[in-house]
């Protein structure tokens, strides 16, 4: 082992640095000292050593209790008895001890000296200037009272209770206010020298951004005239500049620092400058016959001076700190650790020209139902990392809300880039509680140029273009897709959102009544709904029922026509007593749990039968949750309403679903029957759907019946219902009642 490592590993011992710091240290700090004579005795204006050894014990712990015992033997004992030395050493060790526990006591949480620390401030404050200066002056006193320092009767004077003693205490304060932190970094430095290279980077760091040097040294050059003006040997020609005004002078200059370079920097400046001006006190400090009052002055400006620079340059450090760290949340989301939008703006305001490319990854909401919002930020930042390997050093991958990602690449040969990253994104492997997940990712890119104010705008338009990527497993081009088609579709999806909410708000919907024809006589009506447009024309469910489903408004839209149909009902309950209507439902409605509470509710509002209505259901993959949807259709057959499939024979896997869907009616879609008396093989297919209805004790529907010979070929094959505009086109349901009256009145 080499003695470097030896000397690394053991110089924290007691016997070590911190036997030695103190015999090396200590006469130092004896020079630092400054006392003064008066008329009648002397007077302490700084006092480093109890600084230096509660410094020490602060950074060593009890390692640094026999250097500081042995020290203080070694520099009191050739010059006083052995009872005194022993004395003296109790006389500095109890303030120490104490300061030291109780500040390890009650600061729990760091154990640095300086006032970096805004929280920590008061405690270190009390811990390291108040209480040891307060200790050890009223030690001295109690000795000094009880006889046994007879060399010091001159610092207490005849009452403790004088202006010798308040500078004496002022001193001592200023001492452990700017002397304690000096000594803490001193000794941290000869303990670990590499410490002040990390000194000098928080020093930096610490400035204010809009700092130059060259104010820099306009600072220094001011603070050095200012101190050769007061260090000028006093005499009686000397101007007003080389008095003790020049002090006052220098609280405005170190007030700047303090603002503008913040505590590192003013804490070892601040400390030599008062340790020098104080050592020479008296080159700006003339004679005068109240010379003791004008000391106690000077001693308090001293202790203002170094608790206002302390104060404010720890204020402003805190300041920029914490403005520094606001900055970096405002760029930075703080649950991912990622890049946020904001972040894209300035990289791509910084760049000229720049690809995006947007990630989307829908599977992520699914997955994070299942196995919680953990997966899907441990996926976008394992994905994240693995897309940072192989940027550029100026690329960045950034995080969006929800399952999106987004990338800035340059523009040098993005085309080869992106199908690179398609590769890369497909090789990523991501695995949760040992179960390996690769959900699809869709990928879009465009080409910008800065400055894009249309960022938001652009990241809808790549979004949608990323769904596209889905379905072909390659990334998409925006510009190759035609960003002002998609501009428009989506435009048009949100008018759409909009007319229909002002629809339902106004009542802007009109329902229409195609009679559907029984062949034992038991003939009813279907509910079709049309949406007046801004000139009051009818708008086709084509139009707005797929953008109700993609928004949400589906289930209001199916509650508005049940309720409005029942309310035609009741409202013409005596011309039609019997009247039967269907309504169509949505895949929401039917999957939704409480629909059939809601029906059973508005049935028992307007006093009709259940068995009057017939809810139709689209045979669909909307159907999400096949079992919600049974038990909703079941509920409402309790009720006493029918319910039919309808478009049957379209959707994926139907014969499979009817078996576990349990329905009264059975209605075939209008594309098998349209060419039923033409084509063979949908006759063959429409007979075999009858026959399974057939079984399954369900009555048929068929629709789009417009000429005979369907007519008589639904017929041959037993189809219970007909519908199309042979049987009857839609009319407005309010002609359906003019017409029944009509018929009363006839009759």
């Known amino acids: 082992m080499s003695y470097a490592k030896i000397y690394t590993l053991y110089k924290a011992k007691w016997w070590a640095l911190p036997l030695v710091l103190p015999f090396l240290l200590l006469p130092l700090a004896h020079m630092v000292d400054t006392f003064t004579w008066v008329s009648d005795g002397s007077m302490i204006l700084y006092y480093l050593p109890l600084s230096l050894l509660l410094s020490l014990m602060l950074f060593y712990g009890w390692a640094a209790l026999p250097g500081i015992i042995l020290s203080l033997a070694w520099h009191y004992y050739p010059h006083t008895s052995a009872p005194e030395t022993l004395l003296k050493i109790v006389h500095f060790i109890v303030p120490i001890i104490i300061s030291w526990s109780g500040y390890r006591i009650f600061v729990t949480r760091r154990h640095n000296v300086s006032y970096g620390n805004a929280q920590l401030t008061a405690q270190r404050m009390f811990w390291q200037v108040v209480c040891p200066a307060t200790l050890f002056l009223l030690i001295f006193h109690t000795i000094t009272w009880l006889g046994l320092y007879d060399n010091y009767q001159a610092l207490t004077g005849v009452t403790p209770f004088s202006l010798r003693t308040l500078i004496n205490y002022q001193a001592l304060l200023v001492s452990g206010l700017t002397g304690t932190p000096f000594c803490y970094l001193l000794i941290r430095v000869l303990h670990h020298p590499r410490h002040i290279k990390g000194f000098l980077s928080r020093l930096r760091r610490d400035f204010d951004p809009k700092v130059t040097r060259l104010e820099v040294v306009a600072w220094f050059v001011v603070i050095a005239l200012l101190m050769l003006l007061m260090l000028s040997p006093w005499d009686e020609n000397t101007g007003i500049f080389t008095t003790n005004y020049t002090l006052s002078l220098l609280l405005p200059v170190m007030l700047w620092g303090s603002m503008r370079y913040g505590y590192p920097l003013m804490s070892v400046v601040w400390t030599p400058f008062m340790m020098v001006s104080i050592h020479y006190f008296y080159r700006y400090t003339p004679v005068s016959p109240r010379y003791e009052m004008q000391l106690t002055i000077l001693s308090s400006s001293y202790l203002v001076f170094s608790f206002i620079i302390a104060w404010m340059s720890m204020l402003a450090t805190r300041q920029r700190r914490m403005h520094e760290r606001v900055s970096r949340l405002a760029w930075l989301d703080p649950v991912l650790n990622m890049p946020n939008l904001r972040a894209l703006n300035r990289a791509l305001a910084d760049t000229p020209w720049s690809v995006l490319c947007f990630l989307r990854i829908p599977d992520l909401e699914l997955l994070g139902r299942h196995y919680g919002i953990m997966l899907r930020i441990q996926y976008k930042q394992m994905l994240s990392e693995w897309l940072t390997q192989w940027l550029q050093s100026n690329e960045c991958v950034y995080h969006l809300s929800g399952y999106d990602i987004v990338i800035r690449l340059n523009t040098e040969s993005y085309a080869l880039r992106i199908a690179e990253l398609d590769k890369r994104i497909k090789q990523f492997r991501f695995a949760w509680d040992g179960m390996p997940l690769q959900p699809k990712v869709g990928i879009s890119y465009c080409y910008v140029r800065s400055p894009v104010s249309h960022i938001y705008l652009l990241l809808g338009e790549l979004s949608t273009t990323a769904d596209l990527s889905l379905e072909t497993q390659s990334p998409e081009s925006l510009q190759h897709r035609g960003s002002v088609n998609l501009q428009r579709s989506l435009k048009g999806k949100v008018e759409m959102m909009n007319r229909l909410q002002r629809a339902l708000e106004e009542d802007r919907f009109r329902l229409m009544a195609q009679p559907i024809v029984g062949i034992r006589g038991d003939d009813y009506h279907e509910i079709l709904l049309r949406m007046l447009g801004d000139d009051d024309e009818l708008i086709g469910p084509d139009a707005f029922l797929p953008v109700a489903h993609e928004f949400g408004l589906s289930s209001r839209i199916d509650l508005w026509v049940i309720e409005h149909t029942l309310r035609f009902m009741a409202h013409y309950r005596e011309t039609e007593p019997g009247a039967r209507f269907s309504v169509n439902l949505s895949p929401a409605s039917v999957c939704r749990s409480n629909f059939a509470r ?140 003019g017409d029944a009256q009509a018929l009363s009145q006839r009759a």
């Open 598 to 737: 809601e029906v059973a509710g508005l049935l028992e509002c307007y006093g009709i039968e259940a068995w009057q209505l017939i809810f139709e259901v689209t045979e669909s993959n909307s159907l999400t949750n096949i079992n919600q949807a049974n038990q909703t259709l079941g509920q409402l057959q309790q009720l006493g309403c029918r319910v039919a499939i309808d478009d049957f024979g379209t959707g994926y896997a139907s014969y499979a679903r009817l078996k576990n869907i349990n329905a009264d009616m059975l209605k075939i879609d209008g594309s098998f029957i349209r060419n039923l008396a033409s084509n063979s093989l949908d006759y063959q297919i429409v007979a075999s759907i009858c026959h399974l209805a057939r079984m399954k004790k369900m009555r048929v529907v068929a629709e789009y019946i417009e000429s005979e010979e369907v007519r008589s070929a639904a017929l041959s094959l037993g189809i219970d219902y007909l519908q199309g505009f042979l049987i009857g086109k839609p009319t407005p349901l309010e002609t359906l009642a």
